[in-house]
């Protein structure tokens, strides 16, 4: 038996939580058409007959705007030093041009001293297919790779392979969770998470990066799951833009949360929303503390 940890890093948007959701084939990660979605390191488990991969979205190696961002990239970097081997993500449509974009994540992976597997992504968009071949290239060259795996996360394309090519690197040992666990994230703060992603596809701007939500409310009976739930923005203006006119942003957004939450607890939901303003929290780290994004890591949320 083998099980170890591999952590998913790369440039924001490049599909490493749409990758770990493939993976396992469960909405765990939120995905955005937006950068900087992931905020916190959030695992995935693949259970086989003769292995446990234990797989680690991380949020997307960025330059920070605020302590948020800091934080975001500290997770990153944090992941990389746990894991048993690393799988960079990188965007097959930005060609080998991507790589320069890539320098901060090659300094993070060159940092962790980790055997590293190149996943070049998003193949499905690269026509002819035969495009691929410079950009490869490109990357071969750019650093040493154990592997280099072309992929398609949004169609499952080439994830067989990648998952051969990691199991390689993982140590002997039993498995560190049951057989059926997808995730360790306990069920508040993915609906927390479903919440988060309903406010960034149903609002523009600068809304999904000053949102945070926090989960008042989760009382569980037989037939339903009663949540009550405050979304946090920095500033009066983008909690006008939340609401709505006539409440009809907030509704739409309860909605989208509600119909992706349903599924995950396998009953019906009533969700209740807030909309608080905390002025500056993305910069404050008493704020961020108090918000689950605290310094002493991941998962005290809720
Ligand atoms: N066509 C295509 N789109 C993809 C693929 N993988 C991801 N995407 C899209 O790329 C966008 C970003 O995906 P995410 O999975 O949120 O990217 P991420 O790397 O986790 O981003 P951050 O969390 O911000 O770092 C979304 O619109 C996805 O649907 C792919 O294989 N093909
Ligand atoms: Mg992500």
């Known amino acids: 038996m083998r099980c170890g940890f591999v952590a998913l890093v790369g440039r924001p948007n490049v599909g490493k939580s749409t990758l770990l959701n493939a993976l396992v084939g469960e909405d765990v990660s939120i995905v955005a058409s937006r950068p900087q979605t992931t905020r916190d390191r959030i695992l995935a488990v693949i259970t086989r007959e003769d292995a446990q991969l234990i797989v680690v979205d991380t949020p997307g190696i960025h330059r920070p705007r605020a302590r948020l961002g800091e934080r975001m990239n500290r997770e990153a970097a944090a992941a990389l030093s746990d894991a048993d081997a690393i799988v960079m993500v990188a965007d097959a449509t930005d060609g080998a041009a991507g790589i320069e974009r890539d320098e901060q994540v090659f300094i993070e992976i060159d940092a962790a001293k980790k055997p590293a ?13 035969t495009a691929l071949l410079p950009t490869l290239e490109a990357y071969t060259k750019a650093r040493e790779w154990k592997g280099i795996v072309p992929i398609a996360a949004k169609t499952k394309d080439g994830l067989s392979r990648l998952v051969d090519e990691c199991l390689s690197f993982l140590p002997e040992g039993p498995m560190l969770f049951p057989k059926d666990a997808v995730t360790d994230r306990p069920e508040r703060f993915l609906a927390a998470e479903r919440i988060r992603e309903a406010v960034i596809h149903e609002t523009a701007d600068e809304l999904p990066y000053v949102t945070a939500v926090e989960i008042e409310r989760f009382e569980e009976s037989e037939k339903i799951v009663h949540i009550g739930a405050t979304i946090h923005v920095e500033r009066e ?10 409440g009809a942003q907030i509704k739409a957004i309860g909605t989208r949360a509600r119909k992706a939450i349903e599924p995950m607890v396998g009953r019906k939901v009533m969700l209740e929303l807030w909309v608080k303003v905390s002025p500056g929290w993305t910069k404050s780290p ?3 503390e108090r918000l689950g994004y605290g310094s002493s890591g991941p998962g005290r949320r809720r």
Not at 117 to 129: E, Y
Not at 237 to 246: C, F, P
């Open 286 to 288: 008493g704020a961020m």
């Open 117 to 129: 597997i190149l996943a070049l992504n998003k193949v499905d968009l690269v026509k002819p297919k």
């Open 237 to 246: 203006g983008q909690k006008k833009i939340v609401i709505g006119a006539g």
